[in-house]
């Protein structure tokens, strides 16, 4: 299998401090991994590296065969590359219908020239609010939601870029059991769909059933990766979460 | 809601302004075109200042600068090589256009006070060049004789009813640009930048470049209104084109109006203007930025959203009820 994501030898840091350590990982089409670390470990640099919202000093980001390295976010999720944000980030001033035009309009149309008419983007924007079970919310505003609403309206947004690679960062964070539940069926489906899926967690019961493959940060340097039973069992790892 | 259309509502906004024309024409007060065509220059500016203040979140306190920007370009041909007033207004707008673009480019990294503070600083650059070169007329500033008529297809028309009908013309390009943005895909750019920057990068906006034009359209719509300023006025100085009443105003008379839709700049700046040349008749003209300062505080207090906000809310309250 040829890698979709290649990450090669990655680094970066801020003023003293080496946030990303020579980072190495691949991601083959299709594939759901699942990245952990401490908290502090570089997870989210590393997804800010890839898709373009920070700048890696050292090394190269290659995706579908492209080099990413110095392009924009925004060229970034053009081609196929999306993101969820740890803290969910609407649009306030926007209905949820509205939240999830402007990915539409800036991505699909830019990328395809479809969607062009607006019942084919109102057509498309209640799919996707039907996918996540917000489609009732439609015409409220982002304030109206609750965490766990919020955090699907972030997951839909990023799916209607129609990405290849998707990157969840942290989207189960402070959920109840069923709502973990909730997000995990909804990645489970999007993969089957075809999207390859980076999910960044730290509740270890939905990594470890989502994940074909674990990758470990610690410090910024990767320790582990592999199987996700393997390597959880990995003594370095297990020194890495519980101290020694 | 019925949906109007770009062109319909183009014509709908000529024929109103055919409209006032007519009336100001019936009427014929020379006072009444003067204070009609001071609150006209402040509908366009207060609606450029909100397509990058209101529509983007980016708050501009130089509005002056490229509004002096468009008149000083005006001195500049008037002495240089004299054209029509149009063609001015379309100078001025040019001028503008590309300073609000090197604006932008300049303080891209910038975000909330941290940018308006830049473009003051713009306006105070401006100014000392304005003052220290001499052919516009320096700090002694320039007179522009303009003359009592012209004549437009054979008909003679007073200059000032030609000055107010341009003015007019101008509010209504400017509130059709306005509105055409909010309901376009620029316009749904212009608010994901003023929500969320980086969440608007990560959907695809190219945040950099949409701001930009925000800058350039905002700042060329500004020279455009500044533009046949010297010949409404007669002398132009720095002190009167860099004047703080215009900073002011086109951030006041979006406030009070309304910073989300096109009709608040034009509320707010009919509101605000015609207070302002209510007062300069009656009391003073001295007593002006004060009637600003404590109409902005009671909006704040009384409708925080401007006054488009508050009938929005009310709205919204009674569907809901």
Request: hydrophobic share 50%; aromatic share 8%; with cysteine.
């Amino acid at each position: 299998m040829t890698a979709l994501l290649h990450i090669d030898n990655v680094t970066k840091r801020f003023g003293g401090f080496v946030a990303l350590d020579g980072v190495q990982l691949e991601v083959a089409a299709g594939e759901r991994l699942g990245l952990i670390g401490p908290n502090g470990s570089g997870k989210s640099t590393l997804v800010n590296c890839i898709c373009g919202t920070l700048q890696n000093e050292n090394g190269n980001v290659r995706f579908d065969g492209q080099v990413m390295d110095g392009m924009a976010a925004h060229e970034r999720t053009h081609r196929g590359l999306s993101r969820s944000f740890q803290l969910p980030r609407p649009f306030h001033s926007m209905t949820l219908a509205e939240n999830l035009r402007v990915p539409l309009l800036y991505t699909v149309q830019a990328r395809t020239g479809l969607l062009r008419s607006a019942g084919d983007l109102d057509a498309r924007c209640h799919e996707l609010l039907e996918m996540v079970g917000l489609l009732k919310k439609a015409r409220h505003m982002p304030r109206d939601l609750t965490q766990v609403e919020m955090r699907k309206l972030e997951l839909a947004r990023a799916v209607a870029a129609e990405p290849k690679l998707l990157i969840a960062d942290e989207s189960m964070a402070g959920l109840s059991h069923s709502e973990v539940d909730d997000i995990l069926n909804l990645l489970l489906r999007l993969n089957e769909r075809g999207i390859t899926i980076i999910l960044i967690e730290h509740i270890m019961s939905a990594v470890m059933r989502f994940s074909q493959r674990l990758a470990v940060l610690v410090s910024g340097k990767k320790i582990a990766d592999g199987a996700p039973e393997t390597v959880v069992r990995n003594p370095e790892v297990v020194r890495a979460y519980l101290g020694q | 809601m019925t949906r109007v259309n770009t062109v319909k509502f183009s014509l709908i906004a000529l024929v109103v302004a055919v409209a006032v024309l007519l009336l100001a024409h019936w009427i014929h007060i020379d006072y009444l075109y003067f204070a009609s065509y001071t609150i006209l220059q402040f509908i366009v500016l207060a609606t450029a200042w909100n397509i990058l203040g209101g529509y983007c979140g980016y708050v501009n306190f130089g509005s002056a600068a490229f509004f002096a920007l468009g008149a000083y370009a005006s001195v500049f041909m008037h002495k240089a090589y004299p054209v029509p007033v149009p063609l001015l207004i379309v100078i001025g707008g040019i001028v503008s256009g590309i300073v609000g673009l090197g604006m932008g480019y300049l303080t891209l990294r910038l975000r909330g006070s941290f940018f308006a503070i830049a473009t003051l600083a713009l306006a105070v650059v401006l100014q000392t060049l304005i003052v220290n070169w001499d052919y516009v007329g320096g700090s002694r500033g320039a007179y522009i004789i303009r003359p009592e008529n012209i004549t437009i297809l054979g008909l003679q028309i007073n200059y000032i009813e030609y000055l107010f009908a341009l003015m007019l013309l101008l509010a209504v390009i400017a509130l059709v640009t306005a509105r055409t943005i909010e309901r376009s895909r620029l316009g749904l750019g212009f608010a994901t930048i003023r929500d969320d920057e980086l969440a608007a990068e990560a959907c695809g906006v190219p945040t950099l470049r949409t701001k930009l034009i925000a800058t350039a359209i905002s700042g060329a719509l500004m020279g455009m209104a500044g533009a046949p300023f010297p010949y409404y006025i007669g002398y132009l100085q720095p002190a009167s084109a860099f004047g703080l009443e215009y900073a002011v105003n086109s951030i006041a008379m979006p406030m009070i109006g309304g910073t989300t839709s096109w009709v608040g700049p034009l509320v707010g700046a009919i509101l605000l203007g015609g207070a302002q040349q209510y007062a300069t008749v009656t009391i003073s003209s001295a007593v002006n930025l004060l009637i600003v300062g404590l109409m902005l505080v009671a909006f704040v207090i009384i409708a925080p959203n401007g006054l488009v906000g508050l009938v929005q809310e009310r709205l919204r309250g009674r569907r809901r009820s």
